[in-house]
């Protein structure tokens, strides 16, 4: 007989617990590998992060909305992106170590940050958009994260006084990665970031630092919010 489903409550509990644990092993089928984004993807309570209404799909593998047009991504899309912070150039045949500053573009919830908080020593998280900055804060006090600082402004210019940064990551994509974003990569840094792909649509974009200068690469279709300028 197929198991029964659990019904995830908003307060944490066993069958919330039991939720994730199947979310997480659902994204080792997909692929994910690496057991520090298992293990923050296991530890952040994705239920946290979306309005009650829709708690019972919270660790589902879709994205949700979170007000203002905006959304919580995938959770497979989110490990996807950490694991991919995570193979930067700096961290190579280091399998077990944290990355070190990391730049999010679009804190939305706050969800990823809280992830990330798992995988790096500190998270500078910029977001232009004054409600959902409010509601991340929110979100995220409960958990009296030390090492995640949220800021309120224009994530296309990145912010200086944090650079250089070990890692960038960004939840909304742009023609091109933002040349202020490539002048506050560390070398040894990688950002990953969807920006718009030849056909229209979006992909994935990794952009490596090392001695040598800047290596790129593209990689699959991704579906993200549009990357803008100023604070609203």
Known sequence: MPAKPVVVN???????????????QRLTAQGVADVRVLRAMSAV?????????????AYEDTSLPIGL??????????????????GAPALANKPGDRLG??????????????????????VYSIERLRGLHERARTNLRP??????????????V???KGAPYA????????????EAWLAQLAVGGRIVAPTQSSNGGQALVVVDRTAR????????????????SGIA
């Open 10 to 24: 908003q307060t944490p509990s066993m069958a919330s617990d039991a939720v994730r644990a199947r979310m997480v």
């Open 45 to 57: 309570e994705r239920h946290r992060f979306v309005d009650s209404a829709l708690v019972n799909q």
């Open 69 to 86: 047009g905006q959304t919580i991504s995938k959770p497979s899309v989110v490990a996807r992106m950490i694991e991919l912070l995570l």
């Open 101 to 122: 500053r990391v730049l999010e573009i679009g804190t939305g919830c706050g969800y990823q940050a809280a992830v990330l908080s798992h995988v790096a020593t500190e």
């Open 143 to 156: 958990f009296r994260l030390a090492t995640v600082h949220l800021l309120l402004g224009d994530g296309m």
């Open 158 to 160: 990145g912010y200086a």
């Open 167 to 178: 890692a960038i990551i960004a939840a909304a994509g742009g023609e091109a990665v933002p």
């Open 213 to 228: 200068g800047l290596e790129r690469r593209v990689l699959e279709a991704v579906h993200f919010v549009p990357l803008k």
